[in-house]
């Protein structure tokens, strides 16, 4: 994988990606750092994980990411961080996502946004104490009884906005199935959406459709107990 984005990674870049799995890259003309977590080391089941990385910071990668941040308030950067498991999963330790949440809270005003996947589904994750946003992107994947999806997200300037796309499994045609956009900071448009699912109706329908992705299946078999866990 690391050789494959031989375009993208300069080459101390690289050699930290193949070694521990992260890395991290400046984006010069948009001052910004992307930072990319290597969260497998804090998945309660990788067994590799009990057996070479026991201590509360497995491969020093929380200490490696202070640093990062705090480059990007010495050189003016705003950071994108990203990862597969996102922070709160309750398969993910819950000391390293404590460790996790107090570095991104020191460093909160740099943070533009964080993207993650691993559930399959589409949803997010607001942390109201560091004012921060988990965006968690859909799968390709289908065993979860959903259809193939992607998503596209586009930072420029001031406005933040991403596309979901989903494939249509008789057709196999991709279509649009909906645009998110928001021109404040992220936690405040998300906070706002927060409300509006708790409040309207029609916005609870909308987005449990979009968390398990228009699937007729998931939506139906999801009951008020269900909506609640959602």
Known sequence: LALQWLGFLDQTEKLQFIRHGRYKHIVPDKKLMVIALNTNIAYLFNVWRLMYYPDADPDGQLAWLADALALCDVDDLQALIIGHHPPGERDLSAQWTRQ??????????????MLFGHTHLDSFRVFNKERLVSIVSPSMATWTETPPCYRIVDVNGEITSHETYMMDLESGQWSSEYTFNCTRPLFECY?????????????????????????????ANCTEKCQQKV
Do not use: A
């Open 191 to 219: 906070d706002d959406y927060i409300q509006e699912i708790k409040s309207n109706d029609s916005v609870r329908n909308d987005f449990i459709k979009h968390y398990f992705k228009s699937s007729v299946v998931r939506i």
């Open 100 to 113: 996790f949440l107090n570095i991104i809270g020191r460093h909160s005003p740099r943070i533009m946004m």
